[in-house]
């Protein structure tokens, strides 16, 4: 989990996403060329997809594992937008096989449209880099997080158990795992989750990772 954790706050990833995008132009307009060119365009996409697939992958999982979603959700859309995709593509691919003088006359202006399409993803995708770098940022070392969250603490006056949970929310562990850690029941877990997002005046996870982390409402106010 460390690994893919360093890996995709890299800040390499996000311009690798922009620059796959790319790539999937560049064999769009090498199809649109000549059949000289469908060869060489199609495994230019079969790799930028694979690299694609696994970018989309990793992104839900940080998602994921920040408490922005259920870890389980957040894999699970991730291969609901890859099946999608690829049911999406054979669907139009069965549409053109059925009709040949049909497909002879729409191929190169789908290709066109996808062009157009892709290209505009581009624009604010880039113009989004902060936010993305930002939502993808490494957390705090662990001594450091432990340092923030003992001062978290001691301003809102946690009692020791909130405390113990918090600390264990920040690497990771959900309500489940926090249960069997600290052997009670994820009932008990929750209600002291609850009693946390009232003294700091928070209401889900993702608000109190972005607190411990200093990307939330709490350092800005200081």
């Known amino acids: ?18 620059a796959v995008i790319a790539f999937i132009v560049i064999a769009f307009a090498l199809f649109i060329t000549g059949e000289q060119f469908y060869v060489p365009s199609f495994f230019l996409v079969l790799a930028v997809v694979a690299i694609f697939e696994v970018l989309l992958i990793m992104y839900f999982g940080v998602l994921g594992m920040k408490g922005y979603v259920p870890i389980g959700i957040a894999f699970g859309f991730s291969g609901a937008f890859i099946r999608l995709g690829i049911a999406a593509g054979n669907t139009l691919a069965l549409i053109y096989e059925a009709n040949p003088s049909f497909a002879l006359v729409a191929t190169t202006p789908t290709a066109i449209i996808f062009v157009c ?27 450091l997080q432990e ?18 949970i918090v600390m264990l929310i920040a690497r990771g562990f959900t309500t489940d795992n926090v249960a069997k850690k600290l052997v009670i029941s994820p009932y008990t877990v929750n209600t002291h989750i609850r009693h946390v997002y009232e003294k700091i005046g928070i209401h889900k996870r993702s608000e109190l990772i972005d607190y411990i982390n200093g990307n939330g409402s709490g350092e800005s106010g200081n």
Request: glycine share 0%; hydrophobic share 50%; charged share 25%.
């Open 1 to 18: 989990m460390q690994l893919l954790d360093d890996c995709v706050t890299e800040s390499w990833l996000f311009a690798l996403v922009a």
């Open 117 to 143: 399409i892709l290209s505009a993803i581009i624009i604010p995708l880039v113009r989004q880099e902060y936010n993305i770098t930002k939502l993808m940022a490494p957390p705090a070392t662990e001594s």
């Open 147 to 164: 340092q923030r969250i003992k001062e978290l603490a001691k301003e809102f006056s946690l009692s020791a158990r909130e405390t113990e």
